[in-house]
């Protein structure tokens, strides 16, 4: 007969069964008490879920999202974009080097700033947007089957609320007079 470490032979074995459990039960209850668990999990296995949708069209999440906020500010700089998602240049030319291997957007010379560029969607990258829209849709309607129509437009109300509070915003859907009055620090260009 092999040993376990929960083997009800010993008095020692037995012990240490129960010490494990109750460690067990005790890191569950800990993290089961912070609401924070859920919301990250969910939100986990919802972009999971969006993750396997878009690959059909051969995106990942954050790219479908930049491809829909330059539509909303094209043309625009890559540190604008940058801006927009709260990162840094350098990672939005990671994505932005990506998208335009794969022929979703363009950069071009800045009309105004020769030592400038511009991004801007290409025919491609246009035709893209019905079908992340269709794959958003595709993931709402999954989250008001799971939830139920009401729960799902409750949750959805709650997120933007939050997301709102703690001031976030949708790239690329800040007003167009908002954009030309904030002045860029480094140099006084509007964004």
Known sequence: MGHSMCSL???GSNLCCSLTIIS????????DSFSLHYLLHAAALVEERLRERLAEIGLRPRQARIIQA???????????????????????STMTVRLIEAGVISREPHPDEARSNVLRLTERGRGLLS???????????????RLGPENAETLALLAHDLRDRLGGHVPGAR???????RKDVNGGATL
């Open 9 to 11: 032979s010993s008095v």
């Open 70 to 92: 330059l539509s909303k500010m094209e043309p625009t700089s890559q540190v604008s974009l940058a801006r927009e998602f709260s990162i840094t240049s350098a990672s939005m």
């Open 24 to 31: 067990i039960l005790t890191v569950s209850m800990t993290t």
């Open 131 to 145: 079908h992340i829209h269709v794959a958003w849709r595709d993931i709402d309607a999954l989250i008001a089957e």
């Open 175 to 181: 007003s167009t007079e908002t954009q030309s009055t």
